[in-house]
Nanobody, 115 residues
Framework: QVQLVESGGGLVQAGGSLRLSCAAS????????MGWYRQAPGKRRELVAV???????NYADSVKGRFTISRDHAKNTVYLQMNTLKPEDTAVYYC?????????WGQGTQVTVSS
């Protein structure tokens, strides 16, 4: 059974940084294309970053230059480094396969950016 567990969220002031982690069991993340998604209140879930099994990364325009997706094969974990955070980055962040999700969603991790 595949399980995804996101962590690392919190409350941060605008301009600050956070690093999110997605630990997985039942799936080897490094051989899958993985993505970070977010869902703000009242909005649809959106894809913000993808890391392909090849290592190629892609980002939504809204986070390009500020967010970095990476992975650690040994820890079977995918990360999202978020810098220069803005209030509009406030959302629950999830990981899943990307750019098309195929797995059951985890509980997500809340990121709140205050102005």
């Amino acid at each position: 059974q595949v399980q995804l567990v996101e962590s690392g969220g919190g409350l941060v002031q605008a301009g600050g940084s956070l690093r999110l982690s997605c630990a997985a069991s039942g799936i080897i993340l490094s051989i899958n294309d993985m993505g970070w998604y977010r869902q703000a209140p009242g909005k649809r879930r959106e894809l913000v970053a993808v890391i392909r099994s090849s290592g190629v990364t892609n980002y939504a325009d809204s986070v390009k230059g500020r967010f970095t997706i990476s992975r650690d094969h040994a820890k079977n974990t995918v990360y999202l480094q978020m810098n220069t955070l803005k209030p509009e980055d406030t959302a629950v962040y999830y990981c899943n396969t990307g750019p098309i999700f195929k797995l059951t969603w985890g509980q997500g991790t809340q990121v709140t950016v205050s102005s």
